[in-house]
């Protein structure tokens, strides 16, 4: 069936079966590798994206549940061409290592830091406990997101 | 990854729901997909269709309605957490829904899906048995009916939801002032973890006389339970340690425990003993 969301920002429309899960269609007809895919059944985190503004396993998400809805991938998040603050965060701060977790835990930290812009380190944790990364301890990626620039420390760079 | 090629129906309000669920009874509802996406990934169900729920503001809501709160079966845990009536009122709800996968699940998963997927591990079983929470069923054919949720399980993923029925909504007393509120989850972890034992409670209190006791327990039989004998031996009694020894004594007759994946029989009733001590010790002041 014809499935009609709003991708990154642009209307998108895509032929799907209406049970094929988000992250199939995003990688495989929408050619959006960003999204990893890591379980498989909700544990990991690694194809989390955005729908309405949440962060959500698309591992979980049929794709016929999107119509209509608003879907941002790691690949949306940087604007006119510069990082999302959160991404330059990892860059600055080591928070990325083999990668194959990073967009997963990008998307959620996005998730966190849009409805909590200066978040402690133990609301960190909790916000990124659906994120797991089996390279670095957690530790940099936790520092990246807390040391997170807000939008007018971004601009003053 | 194998894709079911099941149709999906998408109803366009409730009555549009009950209908379709009349018309295809072995369809499975469909509502935030976390349980069934993993199903479908293990091919362990095949479904000849789904009728999705998921896009129904009918099951959404959560209301503040004079004695009770009124949850749509399919409200996300996320939407408890930040309700402010439900924190108000309901907070080991609230404890509890934090305690479901992580944000990633709690801004999908349901209430009513986690209460019909029927699993004895569900996270907010425990604490609805303890606060009397009555199921909404409905169905073209009969329209409402209230059943509550202590009387809803029959057996290991057994209801008795009839198979033109759907969960509405949950409708949950507000606890009296003076009633102690509890949520206890024993996993292997805080986050991402499959419960080895829940316990809610609710224990309402005249002086140090216990006048009404509600224990709601998972993972500890084939379904959501409450634990008779260990309320029959609060109620009536001063909390003093003896009173709180009979009731761990009597949680023994109470709980059927299996050795599984996450625990062992033996484990799970000497853990659900000592996490029912702590709390009724933690109300002696």
């Not at chain 1, 269609?25 to 990991?44: A, F, H, P, Q």
């Not at chain 1, 797991?132 to 007018?152: E, F, N, W």
């Not at chain 2, 402010?84 to 709690?106: M, N, S």
């Not at chain 2, 084939?222 to 029959?232: G, H, L, W």
Request: glycine share 10%; aromatic share 4%; charged share 20%.
């Amino acid at each position: 069936m014809k499935i009609q969301f709003e991708l990154n920002g642009a209307p998108t429309a895509v032929e799907a079966t209406p049970m094929a899960r988000l992250l199939d269609v995003l990688r495989e007809d929408l050619r959006l590798t960003g999204t990893k895919e890591g379980c498989g059944e909700g544990e990991c985190g690694a194809c989390t994206v955005l729908i309405d503004g949440r962060a959500i396993n698309s591992c979980l998400v049929p794709v016929v549940q999107v119509r209509g809805a608003k879907v941002q991938t790691v690949e949306g998040l940087a604007r006119d061409g510069r990082l999302h603050p959160v991404q330059q965060a990892f860059v600055d701060h080591g928070g990325a290592q083999c990668g194959i977790c990073t967009p997963g835990f990008v998307v959620a930290a996005a998730e966190l830091l849009a409805r909590d812009p200066q978040p402690d380190a133990i609301t960190i944790r909790e916000a990124l406990a659906g994120n797991l990364c089996r390279c670095t301890g957690y530790q940099k990626i936790i520092d990246s997101v807390a040391r997170t620039l807000s939008g007018d420390e971004e601009a003053a760079r | 990854m194998m894709t079911s090629a099941a149709p999906v129906h998408t109803p366009a309000d409730l009555a549009d729901a009950l209908a379709l669920r009349a018309a295809h009874p072995a369809a499975w509802l469909l509502a935030g997909g976390t349980d069934i996406m993993v199903y479908l990934e293990a091919h362990a169900i095949d479904p000849p269709a789904f009728i999705d729920l998921w896009g129904l503001p009918e099951l959404r809501g959560v209301d503040s309605r004079g004695d009770h709160i009124r949850v749509g079966a399919c409200a996300d845990y996320t939407t408890l957490i930040d309700d402010p009536a439900v924190r108000a009122h309901l907070p080991p709800l609230v404890e509890a829904a934090r305690t479901v996968g992580a944000r990633q699940i709690q801004n999908r998963g349901t209430i009513g899906g986690n209460i019909a997927n029927a699993s004895p591990a569900g996270d907010t079983m425990p604490v609805l048995l303890a606060l009397d929470a009555v199921l909404e069923l409905q169905s073209a054919a009969r329209g409402l009916r209230a059943v509550p949720l202590a009387d809803f399980y029959t057996g290991y993923k057994r209801t008795v939801m009839a198979p033109d029925e759907l969960i509405a909504a949950v409708r949950i007393p507000k606890p009296a002032k003076a009633d102690r509120l509890h949520f206890r989850k024993v996993g292997t972890r805080l986050a991402q973890s499959i419960s080895k034992v829940v316990l809610g409670g609710r224990l309402r209190l005249d002086g140090d006389t216990v006048t009404e006791a509600r224990l709601g327990w998972g993972s500890v039989a084939a379904t959501p339970v409450r634990s008779p004998k260990a309320e029959a031996a609060l109620v009536g009694q001063a909390l003093s340690p003896s009173t709180i020894e009979a009731a761990v004594a009597a949680l023994d007759g109470d709980i059927t425990p299996i050795d599984d994946v996450r625990s062992t029989a033996g484990y799970r009733v000497r853990v659900a003993g000592r996490i029912l001590r702590s709390w009724l010790e933690s109300l002696r002041g």
